[in-house]
């Protein structure tokens, strides 16, 4: 039986897409959310408009700001009970067009993002005794295709640091990775190389809503403590 109690939820790149969706849903769903990413406008826009949404100002390549957050979390509201880190960006790209700023930045965000995510939840959690870490990764962590070679990367060490934090962790710590396929986003648009631009104007004909994924994670979350639902991969019924 699902568990119904209110939880406090921390969800990282929270502005749009699938962050979005996930706050909403978690919102909706009765739990209270601090929704975090960079963009304040968007952010405030968001918890003004739905009951139970808390915003804060967040860059998750900065690991000292991701621990005070989170820790003035704890401090606010007593314990933090789930950590999404959603926090992504895509500029796919060739190797050979050498866009190594780019390939830099996606490390940075998806990499180091969430292991700043993780070293900064590691104390709250094992204090507690509970917790529950989720990773949005992507169908990359499982496949390469052409202009994603760095971008599925940094999603397979993604899935791997995930995994290996799930094995890591002591009883009453719940770690879930959850891979979309092609989903609505502002993801694609931060692709700048035109081959790879073209490349993703076909791939994404057939999108599932971000609220496919929401709807995930809100499955994982609602589970009794003693259920741990490790990885859950939600692609369109076409991609193949």
């Not at 939820?9 to 502005?15: D, E, H, L, P």
């Not at 699938?18 to 959310?33: K, M, N, Q, S, Y």
């Not at 960006?89 to 995510?117: C, F, K, T, Y």
């Not at 648009?189 to 809503?209: F, K, L, V």
Request: net charge negative; aromatic share 4%; proline share 5%.
């Amino acid at each position: 039986m699902a568990t119904t109690h209110q939880k406090i939820a921390f969800v990282t790149g929270a502005s749009s897409g699938i962050g979005r969706a996930i706050t909403e849903r978690l919102a909706a769903d009765g739990h209270h959310v601090i929704a975090a990413a960079r963009r304040t406008d968007l952010l405030d826009e968001l918890a003004a408009g739905t009951d139970g949404i808390e915003a804060c100002a967040l860059d998750v390549t900065d690991v000292e700001a991701v621990r005070a957050a989170v820790n003035a979390t704890v401090a606010r509201h007593g314990r933090l009970d789930v950590f999404v880190a959603n926090a992504g960006v895509m500029p796919l790209s060739r190797l050979d067009a050498g866009l190594v700023d780019q390939w830099n930045h996606m490390i940075d965000v998806n990499v180091r993002g969430l292991l700043h995510g993780i070293a900064a939840v590691s104390g709250p959690f094992d204090e507690q005794g509970s917790g529950h870490f989720i990773t949005i990764a992507s169908i990359g962590a499982h496949e390469v295709s052409p202009t994603a070679a760095v971008y599925c990367g940094t999603k397979y060490a993604a899935w791997a640091i995930t995994e290996g934090l799930r094995l890591e962790s002591p009883p009453g710590i719940r770690v879930t990775t959850v891979s979309p396929g092609v989903v609505e986003s502002e993801l694609a648009h931060t692709i700048t190389d035109p081959t790879a631009q073209q490349a993703m104007s076909e791939y994404r004909r057939h999108a599932i809503p971000a609220t496919a994924i929401a709807d995930a994670v809100a499955f994982a979350v609602s589970q009794p403590p003693e259920v741990d639902v490790n990885e859950i991969v939600v692609r369109p019924a076409n991609q193949r």
